[in-house]
Nanobody
Framework: QVQLVESGGGSVQAGGSLRLSCVVSEDSCSRKSMAWFRQLLGKEREGVAAISSGVMFTVVADSVKGRFTISRDNARNSVYQQMNSLNPEATAMYYC?????????????????????WGQGTQVTVSS
């Protein structure tokens, strides 16, 4: 079972920035599609950003487009999410996820059902 460990969450004021990191336990990370999801208590998990293996095609949710960027460093088995211009609506638990699919159609890259390994999450809180 692949293990994912997130870090980088915290509390910031609106307009601030955070950078989330996710370290994957095995070298096969380079062959996996990776993504960030977020979830508020009592709400469904929402796809935020995803990145494929290889050419590193990315997809970002419309709600964060232009403010959030996903990237990966396969040499470090890591995936990152840079979050700028944060607003209170970004407050949530953020989860890193890995898919055994190297490449997913852009239609499915933010579909949680395509990911089979999940981290424990890191909390992001944005105050106004």
């Amino acid at each position: 079972q692949v293990q994912l460990v997130e870090s980088g969450g915290g509390s910031v004021q609106a307009g601030g920035s955070l950078r989330l990191s996710c370290v994957v336990s095995e070298d096969s990370c380079s062959r996996k599609s990776m993504a960030w999801f977020r979830q508020l208590l009592g709400k469904e998990r929402e796809g935020v950003a995803a990145i494929s293996s290889g050419v590193m095609f990315t997809v970002v949710a419309d709600s964060v487009k232009g403010r959030f960027t996903i990237s990966r460093d396969n040499a470090r088995n890591s995936v990152y999410q840079q979050m700028n211009s944060l607003n209170p609506e970004a407050t949530a638990m953020y989860y890193c996820a890995a898919s055994d699919f190297q490449y997913l159609s852009s239609l499915y890259m933010l579909d949680s059902g395509k990911y089979n390994s999940w981290g424990q999450g890191t909390q992001v809180t944005v105050s106004s």
